[in-house]
């Protein structure tokens, strides 16, 4: 932030490409004459120069401003603490690192066999195969067929969940099935978060992952 505001306030001296300005490293002690500084630099006739006093120290040697860190008007920036923060914003930090992989048995489909007539229950087993906490979430593309339980929650790292995958009854060969699948999503979880499902982890601009499986229906 101090470098920033540096480079915004020399930027004020005006663009003239044989002007070289150094920054001294000395212990900042803040004074209040910095404006006036700026703006002298551009009207270098400007009657408060004579009469500015306390102006920082500066030295010109051939275009060249040397500036004492000293001299400048620093604002004092904190680094917000993470509890001091809205919880969404705390959600973004925490998240701005890839979620690692997640492994699920079966890797590739869910297969249902026939006959349709009752509900069938698949059983898929998902693994946090990362080394951080991840909050995980199903979904489907046919709610009223497909359904998931649990349907989202959290998991540690090398811990893994049981997931029950249901089929309802339904009419095989007169209803399209073509893209039936379910899909998890996942991410990692803010660092001190308890270990309690949140959907708000996966609204803000935190990284997501997906990975979809089929579903395959066999007559």
């Not at 703006?39 to 051939?62: I, V």
């Amino acid at each position: 932030k101090t470098l920033k505001y540096i480079a915004q306030m020399i930027e004020q001296l005006g663009n003239s490409p044989s002007s070289i300005v150094k920054v001294e490293k000395k212990p900042i002690h803040l004074f209040f004459w910095v404006s006036n500084f700026f703006r002298n630099q551009k009207n270098p006739d400007s009657p408060d120069r004579a009469a500015d006093k306390t102006a920082p120290n500066y030295q010109k040697r051939n275009a060249e401003y040397l500036i004492s860190l000293s001299s400048l008007l620093i604002p004092a920036y904190k680094t917000p603490s993470p509890r001091s923060l809205p919880h969404n914003q705390v959600v973004d930090m925490a998240q701005s690192v890839p979620p690692g992989d997640i492994a699920t048995q079966p890797g590739t489909k869910i297969v249902f066999n026939a006959p349709y007539d009752d509900k069938h229950t698949y059983h898929i087993k998902v693994t946090n195969s990362s080394a951080r906490r991840i909050g995980w979430a199903f979904k489907t593309t046919n709610m009223k067929r497909l359904g998931v339980d649990p349907a989202a929650g959290v998991l540690d790292p090398k811990e893994n969940a049981l997931i029950a995958v249901s089929c309802d009854a339904f009419a095989y060969g007169q209803e399209d099935t073509n893209n039936d699948r379910i899909t998890i999503e996942w991410t990692n979880t803010p660092d001190g978060a308890a270990k309690q499902f949140r959907r708000e982890w996966f609204q803000g601009d935190g990284m997501v992952r997906r990975k979809n499986l089929p579903i395959e229906y066999n007559p």
